[in-house]
């Protein structure tokens, strides 16, 4: 059971440049998240997507987009890179109900030189 | 403005005694509280809730406390493991499922 995977791991990006972190789950979630974390400031919420077709923006959206077509697949796109989106990002998959415990990816190491 | 807040980033404690870690909310209006246990370069994974309908959750080495009047929460482990050395998140929600997340607090069991 492979629950929530992230990808890439790793990846290095030039000011300006787009790319998009993968998440996938196999668990028939429909509740899925973005977090960012970043050296004393804990985990912050990007953007978060209720069902297929349904996305809505976290505490630190900007710079981001989502979309939502599946209910498996939930990627983030970084439109322009910018430095501050140095960071690490996780995404999250939640069960029924809300409060229920999210499982992570493993995440995606993010530095934009 | 973090409504959720750990003012320790690290605690160091020796194997077998107790590990205690504290947090603290400024919204009154959280209703569930979690904590999760944090490896390097791994995601977060869950660990313990509690309800805030409750003061107290048990789950086998650890014990949840909440106080709600104080908007204050603490996690305790008991016997401290070495394999209990990781990053701990505080986080709290609404009853939705956006959850508010502290800075963490990095453990250290000596041997």
């Known amino acids: 059971n492979a629950g929530v995977t992230q990808t890439p791991k790793f990846q290095v990006l030039k000011t300006g440049q787009s790319m998009t972190l993968q998440c996938a789950q196999d668990m028939n979630h429909e509740y899925m998240s973005w977090y960012r974390q970043d050296p004393g400031m804990g985990l912050r919420l990007i953007h978060y997507s209720v069902g297929a077709g349904i996305t809505d923006q976290g505490e630190v959206p900007n710079g981001y987009n989502v979309s939502r077509s599946t209910t498996e697949d939930f990627p983030l796109r970084l439109l322009s890179a910018a430095p501050s989106q140095t960071s690490v990002y996780f995404c999250a998959s939640y069960g029924q109900g809300a409060n229920t415990e999210a499982f992570f990816g493993q995440g995606t190491r993010l530095t934009v030189v | 403005d973090q409504q959720v807040k750990q003012n320790s980033p690290s605690l160091s404690v020796q194997e077998g005694r107790i590990s205690i870690l504290n947090c603290d909310y400024t919204n009154s209006m959280f209703d569930y509280f979690l904590w999760y246990k944090k490896y390097p370069a791994e995601g977060p994974t869950f660990l313990i809730s509690i309800s805030s309908i409750k003061d107290k959750n048990e789950d086998g080495r650890f014990t949840v406390f909440l106080n709600k009047s104080a908007k204050h929460l603490s996690l305790h482990i008991v016997p401290s493991q070495p394999g209990d050395s990781a990053v701990y998140f505080c986080?709290?929600?609404?009853?939705?499922?956006?959850?508010?997340f502290g800075a963490g607090t990095t453990v250290t069991v000596r041997a």
């Open positions: 986080a709290a929600s609404r009853n939705d499922y956006k959850l508010s």
